[in-house]
């Protein structure tokens, strides 16, 4: 039986949070990948060129085998969705393709029963998970350093996606904290992430 492909699809605004976006897919699989797994993180194509604020999409995927979906540059079925900006919520189906049990983790200061409001197929969820990005973090610096094939020299996580991944660890067992804590920049961003997150389970 082959193993599962963990997908984890992360949305966020184009230009704006493009390094964001790409800290916590990057991050994510860096992390996984600490502990022997199989890992793979990517920009999606089909977004590309993004224009700023527009929607776009990262991926990430998590395996105990050999990922044999190295050229499908899309995530079709992703357990996991998190999303960088929670206006994206509105009028966007950013739950396509998710099978029933999967889980959502949102930067925001608002409660989970309150951005449930703005999705239609919530059912398909069994976990939400929010934390207030920005306020842990303050206001976002826009940064190109590792867009397009650069070079990052600023490294993983230093604006609002570690409290992101640190919420992640939270709400799913797919990253271990520790890991995170090897290759996250703001550390201590990334542990309030941890703690501050709000959980709420569906079923």
Known sequence: MASQVHQITVWARGVVQDKEGRDIANGLAAAASKDGKFTQAFDNYVDLPDRINVPLR????????????????????PEVVIVADATIVKGIDIL??????????????????????????????????????????????????????????????????????????????????????AVVKNKDALHKGHDQAVVQTLH
């Open 96 to 181: 396509r393709g998710m099978q029933k049990g999967g889980t959502l983790v949102v930067a925001t200061d608002r409660k989970p029963e309150d951005i449930l409001k703005f999705i239609p197929n919530r059912s398909l969820l069994d976990t939400i998970v929010c934390v207030d990005a920005k306020t842990i973090c303050g206001d976002q610096k826009i940064d190109f350093s590792g867009s397009e094939g650069g070079v990052d020299s600023l490294g993983i996580g230093q604006g609002i996606s570690a409290p992101i991944l640190g919420a992640l660890a939270r709400g799913t067992d797919l990253v271990k904290l520790e890991n995170l804590d």
């Open 58 to 77: 990262k991926y990430a995927r998590i395996s105990d085998e050999e990922i044999e979906e190295r050229y499908e540059y899309e995530n079709l079925h």
